[in-house]
C-alpha cells in the first residue's frame, strides 16, 4: 500500500498526468513527453531568467529606504544566484540535439528547481510585507502576482513544476494578507484563492489536453515507422537512424558499421510455401536478429526479406566481423514452422562510416554492393565493402550513365547462337544475344550491363529494341526457323510487354509459332499472377516458351507445371561437368525424363566437347546449343549457316509426349 502511494507520488512528480485525468502510457512513450514537456518549459527558460531577475532587483530598489534593505539584498542574491546556476547547467546541453526521451530524474529535478525558486518567493510576503510601507506592499503584491501568473504559464508544460513554483507563492501570501488582520485585504487574499484555483485549474487542463495530442501523435508516428508484420522499426525510420548515426559521427567521431542483411532463398520459401510461411519466416529472423543485436544497435526492416543493422559498437572490423559472424551462425539452424524445418541462410554486406562512405547515401550504396558480393559467393555469409568495390560502385554507375544514350546513338547489336535438333543433325532456330559496342570500352557483355538496365528500369526499351530486331532478322529465315529471345524478369512486371511483342511479331510477318520468349525461374518469384497471366497470353497467340537456365536459381519443378512451357533449358553448368560429375550427369537425365514426360522438350547449353553432345544424345535431350555447335554470330552469318545446312532427310524422328525414339550417331553441321 506504501510502495503504491510511494510510485503514484514518484510518477506525479515525474510530470505524469494520468492521476489527473491524463492518458496514460507505456515507458517509451512517458519518455518522449517528457521531452516535450521539458522542451515546453526550457523554451521559456531565458524569459523565466529575466524576470527573475529584474524583479529581485526592483524588489531591493522598493527596499532600499527601510530597514529591510539588507535582508532584501541578500535575499536578491538568492535569487540571482539560483536561476544563474540553472541558467548555466542548461548552456552546457544548448549545442546538444533535443533528446527524444527524457528520464523521470530530469522532471523531478525541474520540479525541485522550480519548487526551490517557489520557496525563495515565498518569503518576500512572508518576511517582508507586513513591515513594510504601504508603496512597497503594493510593490510586494504587484511582484507576487506577476510571478504567479508567469510562474503557472512558463511552467505550464509541466503543470507540476508550475504547482510546486506557485504553491509556496500563493500559500505564503494568503498568510501574509490574512496575517495584517484588515478585513478588505482578507477579501483581497480569499480573491487570491480563486485565481490560484483559476490559473493552476487552466494550466492543467492545457497541459492535459497537449499530453493527449501529442500521445495521439506519438502513436501516429509509431505507426508510420513500424513494420507491422515484424514490428521492426521500418525504412523511414531506418533512414532517420542512420542520419542520426552521421551526426553523432561527426560529433563523437567513432565510426560505426552498417550491416544490410538479405534472406538467401525466401523468395523461392514464399513461393513454395505460401505466403502465411513466409510472414512466418520473417517474424521469426525478426526474432533471431533481436537477440543478435545490443541495445545501442539500430534494427530495422527495410522491406520484403531485407533487414539493416546500425552497429553503434562494431566500431573495428574485427568487432563488426564477429557480429556478422554471429549473426550468420544464428541463421544456420532451421526455422521451425507448423512442424515442418524450413532453412534460410542469410547475407550480410557490411560498410563502414566514414571509410566506406560519408554520406547516408554513399555508406547504403557501399553496404549493398558488398551485399550484392556476398550474395553472388555463396549466401550464408558476410562481406565487408572494400576497394576494388569502389571500382565496381563507379564503373556501375560510369555504365548507367553510358546505357542512357546507347540505344539512341545504334550501339547494339544482335548476334545469334544456333541450336541443333539432335533428332536430325540440324539447326532448328538461334538464340539473340545482345552486346553493347561502346565507344570506349569496346564489346560489353550482356552480363555487365543487362543487371544495370534492370535496375534502372532501361531494360524496358532495349527489351522492345531486341524483340524488332530479332523478328526483323528471323524473318529473313526460312520458316522453320525459329528465334529465341531472353526477357528479364522485370520485362514481366509491364502489364504491356505481351501486347508489344505481338505487335512486333505481327510486324514482321513472323509466325508466332517461330518465336520462343526465354525466361528463367526468377520471373516467377517476383509476381507471380502477373507474370503468369503475360506468359499464359504470349502462350495462347502461339508464342512458345522456354525456361532458360534451368538449375540454377530458386529451382523448382513445381515451373514445370505451373508455366504454359514448350521447352527448358538445361544450364551450362550441369552440362559442362557431365563427364566428370555424376551427379550433373544424374540431374540432366532426370531433368530430361521430367521434361519429356510433360511433353515439354529439352535443349542442352554450353556444349562444348564431342563427348558431351554423345551423352546428351545417349539421352534423348531434344537440342544442344553451345560453342562445340556454333559461336554467337551476326544476322549474316547466321542466314549464311542456315545456308550452307544439307537439306532436310526425310521424317528421321516421331514424337510422342514428348518422348523421342532412338536414332543413329548424327554429326553436328556447325562449328
Ligand atoms: P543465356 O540466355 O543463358 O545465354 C547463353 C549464354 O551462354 C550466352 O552468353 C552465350 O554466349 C553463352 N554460351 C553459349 N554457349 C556457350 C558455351 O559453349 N560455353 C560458354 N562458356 N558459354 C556459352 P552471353 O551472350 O554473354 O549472355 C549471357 C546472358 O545474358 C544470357 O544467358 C542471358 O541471360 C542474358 N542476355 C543476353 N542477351 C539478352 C537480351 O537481349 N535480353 C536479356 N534480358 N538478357 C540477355
Ligand atoms: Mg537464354
Ligand atoms: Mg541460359
Redesign the pocket.
Known sequence: MQDVLLNKVRQVFSGDLAIFGGPATDDATAGRLRAEQLAGVLRHSRGIMIANVCNALIFVVAECHTPDTGAAAVWAAMVIALVALVHLRQRQRRDLPKPQTVSERAVRRAVLYAFALGALWSAVPLLFFNSAPIGVQLVVACLCSGMLAGGAFGLGGIPIAALAFTGPIFISSAIAIGRSGDMTYMLVAALLVVYALVLLRTVFSYAIETASRLVAQFDAELRLRRDPLTELPNRLDFTESVEAAFARLARDRRPFTLLWLDLDSFKAINDRLGHTVGDEILVQAADRLRACVGIGDGLARLGGDEFAIIAADAASPEQAAAFARRIVEAFAQPFHIDGQEVMNTISIGLATAPADGDSPRTLLRSADIALYHAKGARGGSFRFFDATDHAFARERRAIEHDLGNALQRGEFR??Y?PILNLDDDRIVGF?????WHHPTRGLV???DF?PV??STGM?RR??DW?VEE?CRAASAWPDAIRIS????AV?FRDPGIATRVKAAIAASGLAPGRFEV?V?ETVLLSDDAAALEILLALSAEGVRVAL??FGTGYSSLSYLRKLPLHRV?I??SFV?DLQTDLQNAAIVKSVIGLAADLGIETTA????TAEQLAFLRAHQCSEA????IG??VDATEATALLERQPRPAKASTTRASGKRTAKGKPKAHCD
Open positions: 544482335l548476334v547462337q538464340e539473340a544475344l545482345i552486346r557483355g550482356p552480363v543487362i538496365a534492370e531494360i532495349i527489351g531486341v530479332a529471345v531472353n526477357f528479364s520485362q526465354e528463367t532458360d537456365d533449358k544450364d551450362r559442362q547449353e554450353g556444349v562444348e546449343q553451345g560453342y562445340l559461336r554467337p
